[in-house]
């Protein structure tokens, strides 16, 4: 769970005279090269022109103020939201608190009303080569980290190379086609990439955190401590107590502050995390009005527990949110390391033995839908048939793809509901005896080895969730287990991929890249720790498919790009899907005000909402 993103880049010199890129073979086709931008869109115009002064899904007079003591619903990198032992997020030792991003800034900002713009932040400008290998950045002067100490063109460079050697395996990813980061002068940065890179690479760079260079060089970047690390953002740790809380303070003197890309945003004064190995007592804390925001995943709880009180007092609002338009996958990736989960056959008479239709009635209570794909609530996924276009990028790999890739879009199986499908339960045992696995007693084996299946977890709600699932792996002979571990324990075995199948969910861009994709399915990533190639798959095939992704020239290329590869894995079963929520399931106490607006690719509601102290009084808080 947790978040995904990567980039890349080469040298050139000479940027300076101002010059059109005449025919649109790139990405970034209508950015001119060599001429200063305030922001910059991969596939086309920017929403927001040069002297902008906020965002649309902003309110600029939000009042300052005010306690938000929250449970994210997301987080990245090594970060993890039941303990943590580092203030480093951005390497892969150690679990970090979620956040700490927002104590960093970095060249340019996401518009989260946009799906692939980006807009200038620490950078006051920027401008590209003509060939799109070079990035110039010019830094504001103002620009300072926490000590008053000016944030230059080499802090941003000494960034860049440290994070490409030594950071978590997602940003190395990010910066693998960088060759170069060089501080022209004080206030001038260039990125140089090897022109391998996706198309698009460079809105996930510039989006990597600056550090202090004399912070570092004085501190090792790759030890796991609790120090608070010199940075520049809007907030920064005020109070840690390793393990249980964490508080961010907002910087009153920010130099930030009055960025139109800042501007409306982060409103509250402390932000404040507290951390529960069991999800039963944050949501107690939450009744109690010590947490006062929580977004809710229980399907059970949803239903049934959000009666207490503060609810039917009126003080605890619950209510739905509409979601994101980004892909979204929740799956089982089944660990193809092990020799046993790598014929396709084995992962589909798992996939067979999952009765949704039974699990969202009984469990669920009706509050989800059926995955299909990957890509849920995004235009990548695929559907019918192959458009001529996906057929130009699939035929060429038609000895090594499933015939199925090339037909109607896979669908996951339908069930009768009865949790015990016996039709869908019988194709499951013919595709394992198709697969060399015969009846030993009451467990399946092949070549002396039993066929069985460890489902890793870490929290106990999971073991009411996956019961019917076992009870059908069981039936048809697969030897199954749920493995309750703590969270430190979760998180380093998925790290080094030390499980049989696991459940996760992670979000993507709007905008994926070859970069970020490759983390996910490329070969050359099943190896890497801290990479998020949990099937380990040595496919052959999803190298030649990303190849299309980083090669997109515009949004209708990069959806046929991602359709293909949609398709693909939908036929491999890499990756099972299993469920989805069409909307953010919410409860918070009635002390907030938020914009009307609600952007499309992102909602930081810690960033966006803000104290309302005349709510706060009217329900006596």
Same mark, same amino acid.
């Given at each position: 769970m947790a978040a995904l993103d990567r980039r890349?880049?080469?040298?050139?010199s000479g940027l300076g005279a101002a010059g059109m890129l005449t025919p649109a073979r790139h990405a970034f086709a209508r950015v001119p090269s060599n001429t200063r931008l305030h922001g910059i869109s991969a596939f086309g115009d920017l929403?927001?022109?040069a002297d902008f002064t906020h965002f649309d899904y902003v309110d600029p007079q939000a009042p300052k103020g005010g306690l938000f003591n929250f449970q994210p619903p997301n987080w990245q990198y090594n970060q993890n939201v039941q303990t943590f032992n580092t203030l480093n997020s951005f390497i892969l030792r150690g679990d970090a608190p979620p956040r700490m991003e927002l104590c960093f800034d970095s060249l340019m900002v996401r518009a989260?009303?946009?799906?692939?713009?980006?807009?200038?932040?620490?950078?006051?400008?920027?401008?590209?080569?003509?060939?799109?290998?070079?990035?110039?950045?010019g830094l504001r002067p103002e620009a300072r980290f926490h000590d008053g100490?000016?944030?230059?063109?080499?802090?941003?460079?000494?960034?860049?190379?440290?994070?490409?050697?030594?950071?978590?395996?997602?940003?190395?990813?990010?910066?693998?086609?960088?060759?170069?980061?060089?501080?022209?002068?004080?206030?001038?940065l260039e990125l140089r990439f090897s022109g391998d890179q996706s198309a698009n690479a460079i809105l996930a760079a510039v989006e990597i955190p600056v550090l202090s260079q004399a912070y570092y060089s004085e501190h090792p970047f790759d030890s796991s401590n609790l120090d608070i690390p010199l940075s520049s953002g809007a907030y920064r740790p005020s109070r840690v107590d390793a393990g249980r809380f964490i508080e961010y303070g907002r910087v009153e003197d920010y130099w930030g502050r009055d960025l139109p890309t800042v501007r409306g945003q982060n409103n509250f004064d402390t932000l404040r995390i507290e951390f529960f190995a069991d999800r039963q007592a944050g949501f107690e804390q939450f009744k109690k009005g010590e947490i006062q925001f929580r977004e809710e995943f229980t399907s059970k709880s949803w239903?049934?527990?959000?009666?207490?009180?503060?609810?039917?007092?009126?003080r605890v609002i619950k209510r739905t949110f509409?979601?994101?338009?980004?892909?979204?996958?929740q799956a089982w990736p089944v660990n193809q390391r092990r020799a046993r989960f790598a014929d396709w056959r084995v992962r589909q008479a798992i996939n067979l033995c999952f009765d949704f239709r039974w699990t969202n009635d009984k469990i669920f209570y009706n509050a989800y839908e059926r995955s299909q794909s990957l890509f849920e609530k995004s235009e990548f996924v695929a559907t019918g048939m192959p458009t001529e276009a996906e057929l130009a990028i699939l035929e060429p790999l038609r000895e090594r793809l499933p015939e199925a890739a090339f037909g109607e879009a896979v669908t996951q199986p339908v069930s009768d509901g009865s949790g015990r499908d016996r039709a869908l339960l019988r194709q499951a045992v013919t595709l394992l005896g198709e697969a060399g696995w015969t009846r030993d007693g009451q467990v399946l084996k092949k070549d002396g080895e039993s066929l069985s299946v460890e489902i890793l977890i870490r929290s106990p709600v999971f073991e009411r969730v996956l019961s019917g699932l076992v009870e059908n792996m069981r039936r048809v002979g697969i030897e199954t287990s749920i493995r309750l571990v703590d969270p430190v324990q979760f998180q380093s075995r998925l790290d080094t991929f030390d499980f049989d199948m696991v459940g996760l969910a992670l979000s993507m861009s709007a905008t994926p890249t070859r970069e970020s994709l490759a983390s996910m399915f490329s070969d050359s990533f099943a190896t890497v720790e801290g990479s998020n190639n949990y099937p380990g798959a040595?496919?052959? +095939?999803?190298?030649?498919? @990303?190849?299309?992704?980083?090669?997109?020239? %515009?949004?209708?290329?990069? =959806?046929?790009?991602?359709?293909?590869?949609?398709? +693909?894995?939908?036929?491999? @079963?890499?990756?099972?899907?299993?469920?989805? %929520?069409?909307?953010?399931? =919410?409860?918070?106490w009635d002390m907030f005000g938020f914009p009307d607006t609600k952007p499309d690719y992102g909602w930081p509601v810690e960033s966006l909402w803000w104290f309302d102290e005349d709510k706060a009084r009217a329900i006596g808080r």
């Amino acid at each position: 769970m947790a978040a995904l993103d990567r980039r890349t880049f080469l040298l050139a010199s000479g940027l300076g005279a101002a010059g059109m890129l005449t025919p649109a073979r790139h990405a970034f086709a209508r950015v001119p090269s060599n001429t200063r931008l305030h922001g910059i869109s991969a596939f086309g115009d920017l929403k927001y022109p040069a002297d902008f002064t906020h965002f649309d899904y902003v309110d600029p007079q939000a009042p300052k103020g005010g306690l938000f003591n929250f449970q994210p619903p997301n987080w990245q990198y090594n970060q993890n939201v039941q303990t943590f032992n580092t203030l480093n997020s951005f390497i892969l030792r150690g679990d970090a608190p979620p956040r700490m991003e927002l104590c960093f800034d970095s060249l340019m900002v996401r518009a989260l009303d946009e799906p692939d713009a980006q807009y200038c932040h620490l950078a006051e400008w920027v401008e590209v080569s003509e060939d799109r290998n070079v990035w110039r950045f010019g830094l504001r002067p103002e620009a300072r980290f926490h000590d008053g100490s000016p944030v230059t063109a080499s802090d941003a460079a000494y960034s860049y190379t440290l994070l490409k050697e030594e950071g978590h395996p997602n940003i190395v990813i990010t910066l693998r086609e960088l060759t170069e980061a060089v501080a022209v002068d004080e206030r001038t940065l260039e990125l140089r990439f090897s022109g391998d890179q996706s198309a698009n690479a460079i809105l996930a760079a510039v989006e990597i955190p600056v550090l202090s260079q004399a912070y570092y060089s004085e501190h090792p970047f790759d030890s796991s401590n609790l120090d608070i690390p010199l940075s520049s953002g809007a907030y920064r740790p005020s109070r840690v107590d390793a393990g249980r809380f964490i508080e961010y303070g907002r910087v009153e003197d920010y130099w930030g502050r009055d960025l139109p890309t800042v501007r409306g945003q982060n409103n509250f004064d402390t932000l404040r995390i507290e951390f529960f190995a069991d999800r039963q007592a944050g949501f107690e804390q939450f009744k109690k009005g010590e947490i006062q925001f929580r977004e809710e995943f229980t399907s059970k709880s949803w239903a049934t527990e959000y009666t207490f009180p503060a609810i039917t007092q009126g003080r605890v609002i619950k209510r739905t949110f509409p979601s994101e338009r980004l892909p979204m996958m929740q799956a089982w990736p089944v660990n193809q390391r092990r020799a046993r989960f790598a014929d396709w056959r084995v992962r589909q008479a798992i996939n067979l033995c999952f009765d949704f239709r039974w699990t969202n009635d009984k469990i669920f209570y009706n509050a989800y839908e059926r995955s299909q794909s990957l890509f849920e609530k995004s235009e990548f996924v695929a559907t019918g048939m192959p458009t001529e276009a996906e057929l130009a990028i699939l035929e060429p790999l038609r000895e090594r793809l499933p015939e199925a890739a090339f037909g109607e879009a896979v669908t996951q199986p339908v069930s009768d509901g009865s949790g015990r499908d016996r039709a869908l339960l019988r194709q499951a045992v013919t595709l394992l005896g198709e697969a060399g696995w015969t009846r030993d007693g009451q467990v399946l084996k092949k070549d002396g080895e039993s066929l069985s299946v460890e489902i890793l977890i870490r929290s106990p709600v999971f073991e009411r969730v996956l019961s019917g699932l076992v009870e059908n792996m069981r039936r048809v002979g697969i030897e199954t287990s749920i493995r309750l571990v703590d969270p430190v324990q979760f998180q380093s075995r998925l790290d080094t991929f030390d499980f049989d199948m696991v459940g996760l969910a992670l979000s993507m861009s709007a905008t994926p890249t070859r970069e970020s994709l490759a983390s996910m399915f490329s070969d050359s990533f099943a190896t890497v720790e801290g990479s998020n190639n949990y099937p380990g798959a040595q496919s052959g +095939v999803y190298d030649d498919l @990303l190849a299309h992704v980083g090669k997109a020239e %515009s949004r209708e290329a990069l =959806v046929t790009a991602m359709r293909a590869l949609d398709r +693909v894995e939908r036929a491999r @079963l890499d990756w099972i899907p299993n469920w989805y %929520s069409a909307d953010h399931k =919410v409860a918070f106490w009635d002390m907030f005000g938020f914009p009307d607006t609600k952007p499309d690719y992102g909602w930081p509601v810690e960033s966006l909402w803000w104290f309302d102290e005349d709510k706060a009084r009217a329900i006596g808080r």
